[in-house]
């Protein structure tokens, strides 16, 4: 089993920026996408963006130009640094990884806990 643990999350006021981070760890062979999703009170939880093991890229519209998503490869790590963050950005945000683990020959999808972000106007 892998594990994905998210930090970062809090409260800012609009206009602010938060940078999330979430370590993978465990019985982790390979890792292949990582993602952020969100998901606010009441709503279906969404794509912000995800990354592929080789840097590209993909923003949900309402994020693009505001939010960056990378990942260190060598500390099976993805951030996602929020920029100008609004009130609609309030959500929990959640990670995920497709990850390969030892002795397996595909992929799982596994998530993270969840950390929450609140903007306030």
């Known amino acids: 089993q892998a594990q994905l643990v998210e930090s970062g999350g809090g409260s800012v006021q609009a206009g602010g920026s938060l940078r999330l981070s979430c370590e993978a760890s465990?019985?982790?062979?390979?890792?292949?996408?990582m993602g952020w999703y969100r998901q606010a009170p009441g709503k279906q939880r969404d794509l912000v963006a995800f990354?592929?093991?080789?840097?590209?890229?993909n923003y949900a519209d309402s994020v693009k130009g505001r939010f960056t998503i990378s990942r260190d490869n060598a500390k099976n790590t993805v951030y996602l640094q929020m920029n100008s963050l609004k009130p609609e950005d309030t959500a929990v945000y959640f990670c995920?990884?497709?990850?390969?683990?030892?002795?397996?020959?595909?992929?799982?999808?596994?998530w993270g806990q969840g950390t929450q972000v609140t903007v306030s106007s």
């Open positions: 995920k990884a497709d990850i390969r683990n030892f002795g397996m020959t595909y992929y799982f999808d596994y």
């Open positions: 465990g019985n982790i062979f390979r890792i292949n996408v």
């Open positions: 990354i592929t093991s080789g840097g590209s890229t």
